[in-house]
């Protein structure tokens, strides 16, 4: 089994910055995403990650303020934002992949976390 846990969301300021952390235990090898889910709004693929974190992929609207990477010896996957925007408000997701590869799709993560919410005030 595997267990995902998130943490590092908060209150910031437009312009700033939060570092995200994803704990992973039980069988970690795989994969990682992060997602995100706005009041309303479905689930939204924000950035994932090779088993290996040789290969990176982040939706439009983040790209160039956020990167993902993990540290495979802690079982940790990360996610830095910054230049926050208040249209980043949402409540973070972290998910493992049974695959190598990332995947953009909410359907292609069989593990999720319990989410940490991330507000950005204008």
């Known amino acids: 089994q595997v267990q995902l846990v998130e943490s590092g969301g908060g209150l910031v300021q437009a312009g700033g910055s939060l570092r995200l952390s994803c704990a992973a235990s039980g069988r970690t090898f795989g994969a990682m995403g992060w997602f995100r889910q706005a009041p309303g709004k479905e689930r939204e693929f924000v950035a994932g990650i090779s088993w290996n974190g040789g290969s990176t992929n982040y939706a439009h609207s983040v790209k160039g303020r956020f990167t993902i990477s993990r540290d495979n010896a802690k079982n940790t996957v990360y996610l830095q934002m910054n230049s926050l925007k208040p249209e980043d408000t949402a409540v973070y997701y972290c998910?493992?992949?049974?695959?190598?590869?990332?995947?953009?799709?909410?359907?292609?993560?069989?593990?999720w976390g319990q989410g940490t919410q991330v507000t950005v005030a204008s």
């Open positions: 998910a493992r992949r049974n695959a190598l590869g990332w995947g953009t799709s909410v359907d292609e993560y069989g593990y």
